[in-house]
C-alpha cells in the first residue's frame, strides 16, 4: 500500500513512516502542510492516508473531505479524542498520539480492507 503521511511535527511523521516501512508499506510524504498534502495527492497514486488534524495553524478537515470524495480511506492521527472530532467523521479512525506500532499497523490494515472494498464497488 502507498500510504500518505500528513503530519507537521517531523519527529512524529518518521517515527510513523518507519513503522509503516517496517510493516511493509510504501511512504508517500510526509506532508506538513495540507497544501503539500494536495500535491502529493495529484501527484502520486494513494491507497490511504494518516492525518495529524492540527497542522502549523489549519485543520485537515478540508483535505479529509477530499480523501473521501477521491475515495482513498483515511484515519486521523491526533491528540484529539474521537467525540472532538466533527460529527461528518463519525466512523473514521482515530488513533491517539502517541500511537504505538502494533495500533498504527492494525490501522492500516483496516484501511486496506477499506481501499479493497472501495475498488470493488467502484469496478
Do not use: C, N
Not at 1 to 27: F, K, T
Not at 65 to 76: G, N, Q, S
Amino acid at each position: 500500500m502507498r500510504i500518505l503521511i500528513v503530519e507537521d511535527e517531523w519527529l512524529i511523521a518518521e517515527d510513523h513512516a518507519a513503522m509503516i516501512r517496517a510493516a511493509g508499506h510504501l511512504v508517500v510524504g510526509p506532508a506538513a502542510s495540507v497544501k503539500a498534502a494536495i500535491d502529493y495527492m495529484e501527484g502520486e497514486e494513494l491507497d490511504a492516508a494518516l492525518l495529524d488534524v492540527q497542522l502549523s495553524g489549519e485543520v485537515s478537515y478540508g483535505l479529509a473531505d477530499t480523501l473521501r470524495e477521491k475515495v482513498i480511506p483515511f484515519a486521523f492521527v491526533t491528540g484529539y479524542s474521537p467525540s472532538e472530532m466533527p460529527a461528518r467523521f463519525a466512523g473514521v479512525q482515530v488513533l491517539q498520539k502517541p500511537v504505538v506500532p502494533a495500533v498504527l499497523i492494525a490501522a492500516i490494515m483496516t484501511l486496506f480492507d477499506q481501499q479493497s472494498a472501495g475498488k470493488q464497488e467502484a469496478g
